[in-house]
Nanobody, 127 residues
């Protein structure tokens, strides 16, 4: 059974950077689509970025374009979210999610598509 564990969250000043990690265990991520979602207080969980197993990446949150990138390390069964130029509005709990995919370009941006979730890691951007 696939288990996902996020790490790397914390408190950072505006303009700073963080790299979130998602470690998968139990199953190889080789044929999984993996996404990062976030949920701010009082708001719905939203997709941020997704990477399909064929290499395609999709940015779902317009607010992070040019600042966040997603990468996958198949050798270590890890997925990363590099976050640069952080803003207070990026404050949220960030979740890693994965789903087995038949096609390499499958990269959905809605929560119901994902069957595996991590517990989340808090990111707070504040001075």
């Amino acid at each position: 059974q696939l288990q996902l564990v996020e790490s790397g969250g914390g408190l950072v000043q505006p303009g700073g950077s963080l790299r979130l990690s998602c470690l998968a265990s139990g199953v190889s991520l080789d044929y999984y689509a993996v996404a990062w979602f976030r949920q701010a207080p009082g708001k719905e969980r939203e997709a941020v970025l997704c990477t399909g197993w064929g290499g395609k990446t999709v940015t779902y949150a317009d607010a992070v374009k040019g600042r966040f990138t997603i990468s996958k390390d198949n050798a270590n069964n890890m997925v990363y979210l590099q976050m640069n130029s952080l803003k207070p509005e990026d404050t949220a709990v960030y979740y890693c999610a994965a789903v087995a995919a038949r096609f390499g370009d499958y990269c959905p941006g809605f929560t119901a598509a994902y069957s595996n979730w991590g517990q989340g890691t808090q990111v707070t951007v504040s001075s």
